[in-house]
């Protein structure tokens, strides 16, 4: 892949975006990166018929033919693991993940920086939770808006919104628009963090952790790509901010 930032698409549809020169690669091995493991899960996920009938969906879930399943860079032999089981990325594919992440915050920091900022951009005050979260959950398809927004903040705003963000999220899915921001504020901030910052960070993992075992316990085709963004912005925490002890 092209290290340019301008290469990266950021107006992309999907939970979260992939670049437009993004490859599949040999689907019998590993992903070689988050964007290239999203894009192998839509694929999947196109491949599904819209109305599936079963009479015992249950049992079907845990017995249907394991290569059509989006697994998270698993060894054959995890493939015969039940479901509930692909929502625990491989040792390798997080080591793999942590290079990924690196690079791609340098991408990130990069277009921020050349990024033109509104000498009055129209976003809330710091204060304004309330008014934050109308602001975050209104843009649909506005990655650019995102991206906009996210040069004009500082770090502390940058920090905040991530806390409001974790305080907003239900305890049972994490929405299209929740796991786009999740991710650019996480590719945002700042390597070195104060105590306080990092269990805010931690927080988060675990919010996102306690939504991975509900959707994974009732694991469908349909929230394949929801199971990828969890599994990405988790390892965002524990391998981007070195929070292993949360795997």
Same mark, same amino acid.
């Given at each position: 892949?092209?290290?340019?930032?301008?290469?990266?698409?950021?107006?992309?549809?999907?939970?979260?975006?992939?670049?437009?020169?993004?490859?599949?690669?040999?689907?019998?091995?590993?992903?070689?990166?988050?964007?290239?493991?999203?894009?192998?899960?839509?694929?999947?996920?196109?491949?599904?018929?819209?109305?599936?009938?079963?009479?015992?969906?249950?049992?079907?879930?845990?017995?249907?033919?394991?290569?059509?399943?989006?697994?998270?860079?698993?060894?054959?032999?995890?493939?015969?693991?039940?479901?509930?089981?692909?929502?625990?990325?491989?040792?390798?594919?997080?080591?793999? *993940?942590?290079?990924? *992440?690196?690079?791609?915050?340098?991408? *990130?920091?990069?277009?921020?920086?050349?990024?033109?900022?509104?000498?009055?951009?129209?976003?809330?005050?710091?204060?304004?939770?309330?008014?934050?979260?109308?602001?975050?959950?209104?843009?649909?398809?506005?990655?650019?808006?995102?991206?906009?927004?996210?040069?004009?903040?500082?770090?502390?705003?940058?920090?905040?919104?991530?806390?409001?963000?974790?305080?907003?999220?239900?305890?049972?899915?994490?929405?299209?628009?929740?796991?786009?921001?999740?991710?650019?504020?996480?590719?945002?901030?700042?390597?070195?963090?104060?105590?306080?910052?990092?269990?805010?960070?931690?927080?988060?993992?675990?919010?996102?952790?306690?939504?991975?075992?509900?959707?994974?316990?009732?694991?469908?085709?349909?929230?394949?790509?929801?199971?990828?963004?969890?599994?990405?912005?988790?390892?965002?925490?524990?391998?981007?901010?070195?929070?292993?002890?949360?795997?």
């Amino acid at each position: 892949m092209d290290d340019s930032p301008s290469d990266i698409v950021y107006g992309q549809r999907g939970a979260l975006p992939v670049p437009r020169n993004v490859v599949p690669g040999d689907l019998s091995t590993e992903p070689e990166s988050g964007e290239q493991y999203m894009l192998r899960v839509r694929m999947e996920a196109a491949s599904i018929p819209n109305v599936v009938v079963a009479n015992n969906r249950h049992q079907l879930l845990l017995t249907s033919n394991p290569e059509k399943l989006p697994l998270v860079g698993t060894s054959p032999a995890s493939h015969r693991l039940p479901l509930n089981s692909v929502a625990q990325p491989s040792g390798e594919w997080l080591s793999d *993940f942590e290079r990924y *992440f690196a690079q791609q915050r340098r991408h *990130f920091r990069a277009a921020l920086a050349a990024t033109n900022i509104a000498a009055n951009p129209d976003v809330p005050g710091i204060s304004q939770a309330k008014e934050w979260r109308t602001y975050c959950y209104s843009i649909s398809d506005g990655n650019c808006q995102m991206l906009a927004t996210l040069a004009h903040i500082d770090q502390p705003m940058t920090m905040r919104l991530l806390k409001w963000m974790t305080t907003w999220l239900s305890k049972d899915q994490l929405r299209r628009v929740e796991a786009i921001w999740l991710w650019y504020l996480l590719l945002s901030l700042d390597s070195l963090l104060d105590h306080e910052d990092t269990h805010a960070l931690r927080e988060l993992c675990r919010a996102l952790l306690r939504i991975r075992s509900i959707v994974a316990t009732s694991f469908c085709q349909e929230r394949g790509e929801e199971i990828a963004s969890l599994n990405i912005l988790v390892a965002a925490v524990t391998r981007g901010y070195r929070q292993r002890d949360l795997e």
